[in-house]
């Protein structure tokens, strides 16, 4: 009979093991169940509401020279000033609430999505962050806990904003949100707010400004209109956004819509902070501007408690400035002008480290005048004859090589002119004495030569700007440059082509002392380091015996290149770029708000080795004290063609004949020593004007001299 009952219901034994697994797993749900609901009853418990971060709104943000000692600046202690709710206008209240959290006056301190989407985030280990934090978390995370962004900090402001919303009426948790919350322009709190952007109290703000304090809450560094017309338009479709909103949840109406929905408020102009004041207000901006780019925000930057150690050193800064200043006034007093309107740009670079040293914007006062023409771009004039060198040698040219040195119809069909007493000179001798001609010759031989010239700077570390056409007169400097990004690239050179860059911040710690960032150099083989050699020898020449021989008096072993930007009728851009084995300094002079003025009305003196040599030697004299006199390293360059023949020139016409060849040797060498032209007789001549016009003038030259990159009024020397 048994056997018979266990063939009637074979299956009874797989059923019995289906109930005890069912079992088994109920008693592990409710289990975990049990120890979840333990575990949040106890993080619940053990997380209180804590004290106030009193330190959030006290901690300034301290700069430092590159001692870790000496303060640079100081960003605000947290630019604050609480009022009453009910001083605050009811257009704040009623747009803060319905843009960031329409439920506020019901919810009960948090958001279920908003938690579970920022949850994922976190998790996901993605840098995205998410919105959807109701105002009592955005207040809780400001007032009891750190920015970070972990799972636990995350827990933990949810616990804290939903006993908070237990505890503290909504009107007290609203008027805290708004007296602490970050608007932008170094104000924390409406009140602040209100003086930054509308030089007003709060409770005087109307309906519109009500409204762009409100949206700009969301996104200070994004919204505010100073910055420029993408901000602004930021602004304004975050405005519209509230205006809308409003109208759903009934605090506007269509006929307040129709008359302030197309339009912001007008924004006066407001006092800056006085702490930006002098020369170093630029070097702070600069900063600032650095610290963003390593991703921390605005409210942490400015109000964050952090240290920041940066790179300038205070000494050579002071020389900078003193130096900078000095020949800006004798300029100007030349042509009885106001030095004011005279810019004067220095930026000194460590080699090892791509540290910026020091810097000039140009300017006495960021208060007064915010542009810093050290970070402003400038036609380079034949500095950029340097990225034409590097791709000659790159393709094996040999600084024996020849190229015209007489004025010619190049293959633009525009004339470019050279040395009146040249006919075929050296690429060395080209280099030496800046003549556009044989450099205009130079690219035009090259393979693909206006771009090999292009991908030569931007190996060097040089970014695109204005004027970087492939154009085979590149090398006269038509291409535009900031004096920072020129020194960083000539710096590459000085590093036997290793590229760094440059960078301002050192090292940043948090209000705790914890080391949150540090620069750690990571060199790049940007230009190869025999080119890079071969390259530095050149323009060694230049400083000794070329353009820019008068840094010579320095007594270290230089090199570096003249410049200057002559567009036919006035002289707008003055350069010397060069370099010890130590330290690499860029010195420009621009005129006028536009920074295109005329030169020439201020100093004869604007070419390559008058006045923008001059102060980098004054400047370099100071900065290299104390220092060791370091040979650059030899090159070991080999081109691989052989020198051109030289041909006789007309002395005529100052065209090469074709009926007598000098002999020439076909062994070439390195780095030659050039030779000075002869002057010729004084002729009368046509000649090209500039880079980028056809038209033709015709003036006495004696002979028509090339300035550092493109040609020089008369009776002017390179």
């Known amino acids: 009979m048994a056997e018979a009952r266990r063939s009637i219901n074979p ?78 206008p009811q257009y704040v209240k009623d747009a803060i609430v319905a843009g960031e959290n329409p439920t506020f006056w019901t919810d009960p301190g948090i958001s279920v999505s908003g938690i579970l ?95 762009v304090l409100a949206a700009i809450v969301n996104s200070p560094g994004k919204m505010d209109p100073a910055l420029g017309e993408k901000q602004t338009q930021n602004l304004l479709e975050r405005y519209q956004y509230l205006i809308n909103q409003m109208i759903e949840h009934g605090k506007l109406t269509e006929a307040d819509k129709a008359r302030i929905y197309y339009t912001l408020p007008e924004f006066p102009e407001v006092k800056k902070d006085p702490r930006f004041g002098g020369t170093d207000g630029y070097l702070m901006k600069v900063v600032i501007d650095e610290l963003k780019r390593l991703g921390l925000d605005e409210a942490t930057i400015n109000g964050g408690g952090l240290t920041v150690v940066t790179t300038f050193d205070k000494a050579r800064q002071d020389a900078a400035v003193q130096v900078a200043q000095a020949k800006t006034r004798q300029a100007a007093a030349e042509g009885g002008k106001d030095p004011a309107t005279l810019h004067a740009s220095l930026v000194s670079i460590d080699n090892a480290t791509g540290g910026v040293l020091a810097m000039y914007g140009g300017n006495p006062d960021y208060v007064k005048a915010t542009r810093n023409w050290a970070t402003t771009t400038s036609p380079t004039g034949s500095t950029f004859k340097v990225w034409a060198l590097v791709a000659a040698l790159r393709q094996g040219v040999s600084l024996d090589r020849e190229f015209k040195g007489y004025t010619f119809i190049a293959a633009d069909g ?12 050296s690429l060395q001798q080209a280099t030496t004495e800046s003549i556009n001609s044989a450099y205009v010759d130079l690219v035009t031989q090259l393979r693909d030569g206006p771009n090999e010239v292009i991908r030569a700077a931007l190996d060097a570390g040089i970014p695109k700007a204005e004027g970087w056409d492939a154009s085979i007169r590149l090398p006269m400097g038509i291409a535009e440059v900031t004096p920072v990004d020129n020194a960083a690239g000539f710096a590459t050179l000085a590093n036997n082509g290793q590229r760094l860059g440059w960078h301002v911040v050192t090292e940043v710690r948090d209000r705790n002392g914890v080391l949150v960032y540090q620069y750690m150099p990571n060199p790049v083989q940007g230009i190869e380091k025999d080119i890079a050699t071969a390259a530095t020898g050149a323009l060694e020449e230049v400083t000794t015996s070329g353009t820019g021989d008068v840094v010579a008096a320095l007594g270290y072993p230089s090199a570096g290149k003249t410049g200057t930007r002559y567009d036919g009728v006035k002289t707008t851009a003055s350069w010397f770029v060069g370099y010890t084995k130590q330290i690499t300094t860029a010195v420009n002079f621009v005129a006028g708000d536009s920074g295109q003025e005329n030169l020439d009305e201020y100093s004869r003196g604007f070419y390559g080795s008058g006045y923008p040599a001059e102060t980098w030697l004054a400047f370099m004299e100071k900065a290299m004290k104390g220092l060791p006199k370091l040979d650059f390293e030899g090159s070991r360059y080999k081109p691989t063609d052989t020198p051109t023949p030289r041909p006789t020139v007309s002395r005529t016409t100052g065209q090469p004949t074709t009926a007598t060849v000098a002999p020439t040797s076909t062994k070439p060498t390195a780095a030659p020593t050039s030779t000075q032209p002869t002057a010729a007789p004084t002729t009368t001549r046509t000649t090209t004007t500039t880079a980028t016009t056809a038209t033709t003038t015709t003036r006495a030259t004696s002979p028509a001299p090339t300035g ?3 040609p020089t009024p008369p009776g002017r020397n390179p």
């Not at 994922?120 to 970070?148: F, H, N, P, R």
């Not at 004339?415 to 000179?425: F, I, K, L, N």
């Open 11 to 88: 299956d009874a034994p797989r059923e019995g093991r289906a109930r005890r697994i069912v079992q088994w797993a109920l008693t592990a749900l409710v289990g975990l169940i049990v120890v979840t609901v333990a575990a949040a009853g106890i993080f619940w418990v053990a997380t209180p509401i804590p004290t106030p971060n009193a330190d959030f709104a006290a901690v300034n943000t301290h700069l430092l020279y590159s001692d870790g000692k000496t303060e640079l600046g100081t960003l605000s202690v947290q630019n604050r000033e609480e009022i009453p709710l009910d001083q605050m």
């Open 117 to 211: 989407r920022a949850i994922t985030t976190l998790t996901s280990g993605t840098d995205t962050a998410q919105g959807g934090s109701t105002i009592t978390q955005q207040y809780v995370k400001l007032m009891y806990l750190s920015q970070e962004r972990t799972l636990i900090r995350k827990l933990r402001e949810v616990v804290i904003a939903l006993k908070v919303g237990q505890e503290v009426p909504k009107e007290k948790i609203l008027e805290g949100y708004l007296n602490t919350v970050y608007y932008g322009r170094g104000a924390y709190g409406l009140q602040a707010a209100a003086k930054a952007f509308f030089n007003k109290d709060a409770s005087e703000l109307d309906l519109q400004e009500s409204l």
């Open 708 to 710: 550092g990159g493109t």
């Open 414 to 425: 525009q004339s470019v002119s050279g040395h009146s007493g040249e006919g075929m000179v």
